[in-house]
């Protein structure tokens, strides 16, 4: 009976406006982000670039969870690291520790 | 006035003179102050008397008249009765006490008359102090009075000790120690014990002045006498009361008997000794009977610890056996208390846990059965053995042998970690108003059983995931109980430990900032998302989530928002990839199909595929799958509660058309919308009762979970050992097998107990690895290799 006057309805509002059978009321997106890299490794202290560095990990220890404080760089060659790292690196050697390019930042991320 | 120059002194007249004077200063009889400043000039005028001063005749001189008068004296004490007999009420103490008053101040008072022969003449000669403790042999043997003078005050006290107690040594002991035993049950009356205290406390003074030994005479002729006669009297006395009495009765008297026995010696003894009394008491009252004392222990613990009617009793019964073990602690007397006060522990840990309660309120028994344990017998062994450290780790230790207790199938892995977790989680969850105060209470409970739990990192799994799965569908009571439970923890484990939860919670936290700035980023622009919008954006890493990034085509109202806030994303960050979790993502749809309007929460493919229905009432399987690429088995998933809340209808021709097997057969039947849908509430929640079975959830998704999540945690493991032998290696370069395995143990012992048989097989690895090498030429030795 009910169903009957269902179908009814729905069918005449199919047929005259756009009434929808659903109407979304409201969405809870969950999603993930991780740094655009090729690697997923540091490959000057060999952890993960979505974790801070192995300094920042010991530093962090007295001011609990900092902000993401430890961020990525990408050179010009593409290849990227922890920018704490890298800075450090480029005191000693202004080349990618990969590809032996002259190091030049590409960008940095935020 | 006289002269002070030297001149000459006849010495017979003058002695003779000084002579009656010092016996009656000696006598204590009045001496008038003329004659004694005469007498005292007198002195003065021997020792610098000229052409030969006469100082060494004067000495002479007097000590031989001190030595006749200590001998008439001697006659006096000794009086008539026979020595032998050690009948301390004979008078002899008496008499000699009386006469050592007398004699002990007239000779003090004889050292200031002679104070010029003392300063003067008898101070050049004086051996320092440093010499006689310290000095060479010639020095250090016992001042003889025959070769070196002494100040005329301690010489009176030598010829007394030579003269007068000599002869009398052991008549005074006897009477002493005979006086000292009566005195133990029938208390003196005052005067008697005066005198039988200045008796004792004489040979002490005797003595005073000596630097080496003051309290030689003391002991010989006090301390060690009494406390002989006092040991015997002691055993017979403990023998007598377990003789005829329980061990209650004798703890009960003998620690009695040992403040009566202090007390004695307070009042009569030098002050000295009130060690060697308490230590002889000990050893013939009790140590004597530390095998039956031992014997109880376990009787006496248990009965304790019923709450049966001599609890109580039992209870200062053990406070009495400790008072009586305690002092004995370093002869291990204690240990055996130890040892039962820990099995006692344990063994009533395991019969509350063993107590039987419903299944599924397995964390909540588990938990409290825990505090109870812990709370129970802190109070027990706080009120009874006065919180001593050694109970303290005892109950530690049964406290963590009942937490980490295996399962009864061999080899099965604890499961305290498991139920802790789920303890928390229910605690975390939002539930009826009030109760917050309460939950904290519960939180910190929950951190004191932590504590005891051995597989810390297990416990982190499943925390994490507890806290994700909070998180993410906002099912937490409070955010700052959340907060400060990680806290907690990190208090309790530190940074390491609580690093991902730190950084999970934080997420959470910017991610309301960040709606914040997308909703005004939108009215900036006068943009709209066309339905309400809220997203949470995690970082990769921290957030325990099955990787499962199901691709999915989302439905044109879902597609909006998402690209808005894509673009928004892009343009506040840089550098950032973004990748959607569909499963976790929730919907709230609105039916407008039905009689009454139906609001339904459910995952975004749920959703994507409800809105499939808007142009068509049924379509075939298949074709839906695709069109939502799902993959094989979130197929199923997702549309199996759509099924069951009667939202969709599956029907279909051939195999695949029922229900059950519709599952695996979906794609091959037909899915109608129930246009007919009715449902009790209006509300209908499809969410994450069965998505998230992926993410091997605590509940349903038993044993595979959990079979992953010990070999997931067994390599975390393993990289956690490495890296600890690795940095211990670093360090040391150069360490024997048995101190490396003790220092790894060390450091895991905050998240894990490490098995020997794992830190090997690391070990080895790592030598394969060519991190470390067997020293050359040992067996058991590790290097580090740069």
New interface residues.
């Given amino acids: 009976m009910?169903?009957e006057?269902?179908?009814v309805?729905?069918g005449d509002?199919d047929g005259q406006k756009s009434?929808?059978?659903?109407?979304?009321?409201?969405?809870?997106?969950?999603?993930?982000?991780?740094?655009?890299v090729e690697c997923d490794t540091c490959a000057i202290c060999r952890v993960?670039v979505?974790?801070a560095c192995l300094r920042c990990?010991g530093e962090?220890?007295k001011d609990?969870?900092g902000?993401?404080d430890c961020?990525?760089v990408?050179g010009e060659c593409n290849h990227s690291f922890h920018f704490c790292c890298m800075s450090l690196w480029v005191k000693q050697n202004n080349r990618c520790p990969l590809c032996q390019q002259e190091w030049s930042i590409q960008?940095?991320?935020? | 006035m006289m002269s002070l120059k030297p001149r000459n002194v006849d010495f017979q007249e003058t002695w003779a003179n000084l002579k009656e004077t010092v016996a009656g200063v000696v006598g204590l009889r009045a001496v008038e102050r003329a004659v004694w400043n005469t007498r005292f000039s007198d002195v003065y005028a021997l020792c610098v008397a000229h052409p030969e001063p006469l100082a060494d005749r004067l000495y002479d001189e007097t000590r031989n008249f001190l030595e006749e008068h200590v001998s008439g004296l001697l006659q006096r004490v000794r009086g008539t009765a026979p020595l032998e007999n050690n009948d301390h009420n004979d008078g002899l103490l008496t008499r000699y006490v009386t006469a050592w008053r007398e004699y002990s101040q007239g000779v003090a008072y004889l050292n200031s008359l002679y104070s010029y022969l003392n300063l003067q003449h008898i101070k050049r000669q004086k051996v320092s102090d440093a010499e006689i403790i310290y000095g060479s042999a010639a020095t250090a043997c016992s001042p003889d009075q025959d070769s070196r003078q002494l100040e005329v005050g301690e010489l009176g006290l030598v010829i007394w000790e030579r003269v007068l107690i000599t002869p009398l040594a052991s008549a005074l002991t006897g009477r002493i120690v005979s006086a000292l035993s009566e005195a133990r049950s029938h208390p003196p009356d005052p005067t008697s014990a005066d005198i039988l205290r200045q008796a004792i406390h004489s040979t002490v003074d005797v003595q005073a002045f000596r630097v080496r030994a003051p309290l030689a005479l003391y002991q010989q002729l006090v301390l060690e006498p009494y406390l002989s006669a006092a040991s015997g009297h002691h055993a017979q006395f403990a023998a007598e009361l377990l003789h005829h009495g329980d061990i209650s009765h004798y703890m009960k008297h003998v620690l009695e008997g040992l403040e009566r026995e202090i007390a004695l010696g307070g009042r009569f003894l030098h002050a000295s000794s009130t060690e060697a009394v308490r230590a002889c008491y000990e050893r013939a009252a009790v140590a004597a009977h530390l095998p039956a004392l031992h014997a109880e222990t376990e009787r006496l613990l248990r009965e304790a610890c019923d709450d049966g009617p001599r609890a109580d009793q039992r209870r200062s019964d053990l406070k009495r056996m400790y008072a009586l073990l305690k002092p004995l602690a370093c002869a291990g007397a204690l240990r055996p208390l130890v040892e039962q006060a820990h099995a006692q522990a344990a063994r009533d840990g395991r019969a509350l846990l063993a107590a039987p309660h419903a299944r599924d309120e397995a964390h909540i028994h588990f938990v409290n059965s825990m505090l109870a344990l812990h709370g129970k017998y802190s109070k027990l062994f706080g009120e009874v053995f006065d919180g001593a450290q050694a109970f303290i780790g005892a109950l530690d230790k049964a406290c963590s042998e009942v937490v980490n207790g295996r399962a009864a199938e061999a080899g099965a892995a604890s499961r305290a970690p498991e139920l802790l977790a789920r303890y928390c989680d229910a605690l975390l969850r939002r539930r009826g108003a009030g109760a917050e105060q309460e939950a904290d209470d519960k939180l910190a409970g929950a951190i004191v059983v932590f504590k005891y739990v051995c597989d810390k990192d297990v416990f982190q799994k499943y925390y994490a995931r507890a806290l994700a799965r909070r998180l993410?569908h906002q099912l937490s009571a409070s955010m700052e109980q959340e907060e400060s439970m990680i806290?907690r923890l990190?208090a309790a484990c530190?940074?390491e430990f609580t690093?991902k939860l730190?950084?999970m919670?934080?997420d959470v936290t910017v991610s309301a900032d960040l709606n914040a700035k997308f909703q005004q980023h939108l009215r900036e622009n006068n943009l709209s998302t066309n339905?309400?919008?809220?997203?949470?954006?995690?970082?990769?890493?921290?957030?325990p989530?099955g990787g499962a990034?199901a691709p999915l085509a989302p439905p044109a109202?879902?597609e909006r928002?998402?690209r808005l806030?894509e673009a928004f994303?892009r343009a506040s960050?840089?550098?950032?990839?973004?990748?959607?979790?569909h499963h976790?993502?929730?919907?709230?749809?609105?039916?407008?199909?039905?009689?009454r309007v139906y609001?339904i929460s459910a995952t975004?493919p749920q959703?994507a595929l409800?809105?499939c229905?808007?142009t068509v009432d049924s379509a075939p399987a298949r074709e839906l799958r695709e069109s939502l690429q799902l993959a094989g088995d979130a197929w199923p998933r997702h549309v199996r509660p759509l099924l069951d809340a009667g939202l969709l209808l599956a029907s279909g021709d051939g195999e695949g058309s029922a229900p059950d097997s519709g599952d695996d057969d979906g794609p091959h039947g037909t899915l109608t919308?129930n246009?007919?849908f009715s449902c009790k509430r209006t509300k209908v929640r499809l969410t994450c009762a069965n998505a998230p079975a992926q993410q091997g959830g605590s509940g349903g998704g038993g044993a595979s979970g959990e079979g992953n999540e010990v070999t997931h945690c067994d390599d975390d493991r393993k990289m956690y050992l490495q890296a600890a032998l690795v940095r211990i290696m670093k360090q040391r370069k150069v360490l024997r097998h048995t101190e490396l395995i003790q220092e790894v143990v060390s450091q895991a012992r905050g998240s894990f107990a490490p098995s020997v048989a794992m830190i090997k097989k690391c070990i080895e690895a790592l030598i394969d690895k060519q991190y470390l090498e067997r020293a050359p030429g040992t067996l058991d030795t590790y290097s580090y290799l740069a």
């Fill in positions: 009910s169903g006057d269902c179908d309805d729905r509002n009434d929808k059978m659903f109407t979304l009321k409201k969405w809870n997106a969950v999603a993930m982000w991780s740094w655009d993960q979505m974790d990990q962090s220890k609990s969870y902000k993401q961020v990525v990408w960008r940095m991320g935020k | 993410i806290n990190k530190g940074y690093n730190h950084r919670f934080t339905t309400g919008f809220f997203i949470q954006v995690l970082q990769a890493g921290a957030w989530l990034m109202q879902l928002p998402a806030f994303y960050f840089s550098g950032r990839r973004l990748a959607w979790l976790l993502c929730t919907g709230e749809l609105r039916t407008r199909y039905t009689t609001h975004t959703c409800l809105l229905f808007e919308l246009l007919n």
